[in-house]
């Protein structure tokens, strides 16, 4: 039998021996079944994820929107941003 402690923050620290004889990792997921005097910890079967696609730079490019406006200034660009900057404190500061 092996014994842990309960942290300020609530935390219990499963053995080492347990985890291992186990095989928890960082991250295993526990259901916690409050059965009275006892406390019972049940591991949450872990779901298979879905392999991630990798994208190529084609498929990534043609996924961006791409702006078909006229040219836009340095200029242009410094007074949408403080104009949408003075336009959210603005509406912060009329609550």
């Given at each position: ?32 079944i ?51 900057a ?10």
């Amino acid at each position: 039998m092996s014994r842990t402690k309960m942290s300020k923050a609530g935390a219990v620290v499963l053995p080492k021996a347990v985890r291992d004889a186990h095989g928890f990792s960082e991250g295993t997921e526990f259901e916690v079944i409050d059965g009275g005097r006892e406390i019972m910890l049940r591991p949450v079967e872990a779901k298979a994820e879905a392999p991630k696609k990798t994208l190529t730079v084609e498929e990534f490019l043609a996924m961006r929107p791409v702006y078909k406006g006229p040219p836009l200034t340095d200029e242009m660009i410094r007074k949408g941003i403080e104009e949408e900057a003075r336009r959210r404190w603005d509406e912060e500061n009329s609550r």
